[in-house]
């Protein structure tokens, strides 16, 4: 960032300069010769007529211009084509002076004077263009282009061998192996065009930021052996209109031609933010330009070309749809913050030049950060080596890694370590989601649970993924997602007596969805097959409001439902818990020790307790 930003600002005043610099060109240089142009008084101006000097009067809107016949007679200083000027007063009898004078004379446009003006411009500006454009072509020869408006500068140009590897990118699994494809794809592109196996031509890596998005992006290409091409989203905000287009249209020009390779659009939520709410915001319209550009290269060529498009984010939300739709950045890896074990590879990688005082530290590390992204953590080494070398010591001990902590924490702040008392009832929480949708026929299998802290603000989360797609959701289906949603809140009115907030969404998105079973799906016994809500409402997303042709008593029937509905499901899930709570007290414990459960572990779990 900071070199380019340099280099704008100085074209900037390089332009500004010039401008300057024609400016006096103009006015010193070309202006005598274009146009002699003297300013007389009206006073003057009838002196010369009556004097029958004058040979011809151009009679503008607020001006008067006239040549004088006589070299005598003129004025010192005047060339012979002068042109003389007077500000035209309001003199009704200027036409009968006139023909008395018996002077030729005529009515002009004022525009004549702008043209001539604009001529001059043209004149002055012609040599400055050309010096400009032989400076430009040597300047870009030599490398450092100082005027790097529309091409890339050098280094992008040719493309980076990163040099990273997978070795350097700790705790990031599954994004890992999702990556390994592209990366074989990268190495022989031949074998998968033979076979006609299209790969993505985008991947958009997701994640909160410092986990290693770029740095995994890195070292795709590395592992590939292939060229980076990078851009970051941001830089394209500061630009002059019609660079960013330019730009991505040159790099995916140079990109082709050095294939296979990978083309890296780091931070892309700058350009790629959903148009309307650019508009509405700033009316920008160079990033709308830019991003369109984008899409246009990413359209323009064919899957198998060689050419893989990678792209960070940590705000997918907000990316324009345009961007994510099939053909574009069609895949998604999450990239999401490490779990015990890959906090402990992070340190250890980048602990690897520094000397430690004993190598176990890094896993005590690595236990009480939970939370922490790959960024932090390096930042932690990092932090405790410079504490080591104050101390004059020569290893970097447990002390200096600690108070490391303290200082990176303190910089973060509200990012505390969760104590042991929460991190025991998320455990029990999430537990209890996944515990219910195991044993729930049409509750869609538990994919992963997890006690680490997202950086939405959820102390943990249970991920479930659908066999099938499903458009269509029986009763029962219904039925088991909310007693599998109530499930965190049983849970802990089973383990500990009393409910916490931590249950609210769960309770929001429950009653939502009991809701629209009772008003829209006609799921309820009392209220029978009707629907209730009104259209409108649903696109307003709120149900709730403005529920007019309803009456008192069927609103209240209706809040009656949806109480019975959800408590049963909470019923329902308390059930299933308690009769497996032998199962639900393990699978906690492992929780609590691993952060991170798998649906098959869990599976293997609740199998080892019977
Ligand atoms: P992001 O792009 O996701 O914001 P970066 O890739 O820029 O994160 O990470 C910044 C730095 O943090 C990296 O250069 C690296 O030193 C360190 N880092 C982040 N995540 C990891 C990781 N998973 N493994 C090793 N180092 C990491
Ligand atoms: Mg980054
Ligand atoms: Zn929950």
Not at 129 to 151: A, D, P, T
Not at 238 to 249: I, L, P, S
Not at 384 to 395: E, G
Request: glycine content about 8%; some cysteine; overall charge negative.
């Amino acid at each position: 960032m900071g070199p380019k930003k340099k280099r704008t600002q100085f074209s900037l005043a390089y332009f500004v300069l010039m401008i300057f610099i024609v400016w006096i060109f103009n006015d010193m240089v070309f202006r005598p010769y274009m146009l002699k142009e003297l300013e007389v008084p009206y006073s003057s101006f009838l002196e010369y007529l009556s004097r029958g000097q004058v040979e011809h009067v151009a009679i503008g809107a607020d001006r008067i211009s006239f040549t004088l016949k006589g070299e005598a007679s003129r004025p010192e200083g005047a060339a012979a084509s002068s042109v003389h000027n007077v500000v035209r007063v309001d003199d009704p009898k200027i036409v009968d002076r006139l023909i008395e004078a018996g002077v030729d004379f005529s009515e002009v446009k004022q525009t004549e004077g702008l043209l001539n003006a604009l001529m001059g411009w043209i004149i002055a500006f012609l040599p400055l263009i050309l010096i400009w454009y032989f400076m430009y072509r040597r300047m870009s020869g030599m490398g450092g282009s100082v005027l790097s408006f529309g091409k890339n500068n050098s280094q992008e140009i040719q493309g980076e061998m990163t040099g990273v590897k997978f070795a350097d990118v700790g705790g990031v699994g599954e994004a890992e192996i999702e990556l390994r494809e592209i990366i074989d794809y990268l190495k022989g592109p031949e074998r998968f065009n033979r076979l006609g196996a299209k790969l993505p031509k985008g991947v958009l890596l997701v994640g909160p930021p410092g986990t290693g998005k770029t740095l995994l992006a890195k070292a795709t290409a590395g592992e590939a052996g292939v060229p980076f091409f990078s851009l970051t989203g941001s830089s394209f905000v500061e630009m002059f209109v019609g660079v960013g287009a330019a730009r991505v249209r040159d790099l995916f020009e140079q990109a082709k031609k050095k294939a296979p390779c990978i083309i890296f659009i780091d931070e892309i939520d700058a350009i790629g933010q959903a148009r309307s709410s650019i508009a509405a915001m700033s009316g920008n319209s160079e990033r709308e330009n830019t991003l369109n550009q984008l899409l246009a290269e990413m359209d323009g060529f064919r899957p198998n070309t060689g050419v893989i498009i990678m792209a960070a984010t940590n705000r997918p939300e907000i990316l324009d749809h345009a961007l994510v739709r099939p053909g574009r950045f069609d895949r998604q890896v999450q990239v999401t913050l490490p779990t015990e074990e890959g906090r402990s590879g992070i340190l250890k990688i980048h602990a690897r030049g520094v000397p430690l005082d004993d190598e176990r530290d890094l896993d005590r590390i690595a236990k009480i950060t939970p939370g922490f992204s790959g960024a932090e953590l390096a930042n932690i080494i990092n932090e405790a080596s410079l504490l080591a070398v104050r101390r004059n010591a020569d290893k970097v001990a447990l002390c200096d890694l600690d108070l490391a902590i303290e200082r990176v924490v303190a910089g973060l702040q509200k990012k505390t370590p969760l104590s042991p008392d929460v991190r025991k009832k998320v455990a029990y929480h999430e537990t209890g989601h996944a515990l219910t949708a195991y044993y729930l026929t049409g509750a869609d299998p538990v994919h992963k649970i997890s006690i680490i802290p997202t950086s939405k603000g959820a102390l943990g989360y249970t991920m479930q993924l659908p066999t099938e797609d499903q458009f269509l959701r029986s009763e029962e289906e219904l039925r088991s997602r909310l007693a599998v949603m109530l499930g965190g809140r049983a849970a802990e009115l089973l383990v500990f007596g009393v409910a916490t907030t931590g249950a609210s969404n769960d309770l929001e998105v429950a009653s939502m969805l009991a809701r629209r079973m009772v008003t829209e799906f006609g799921m309820s016994k009392t209220l029978g097959p009707v629907r209730y809500s009104n259209p409108e409402d649903s696109y307003l997303g709120s149900p709730s409001s403005n529920r007019g042709d309803i009456s008192q008593e069927t609103t209240a029937a209706i809040d009656r439902e949806i109480q019975d509905i959800v408590t049963e499901a909470q019923n329902t899930s308390m059930n299933i818990l308690r009769s497996h709570r032998a199962a639900l007290d393990k699978i906690a414990s492992t929780l609590q020790e691993d952060e991170v459960i798998m649906g098959d572990e869990m599976k293997g779990i609740i199998e080892s307790v019977g």
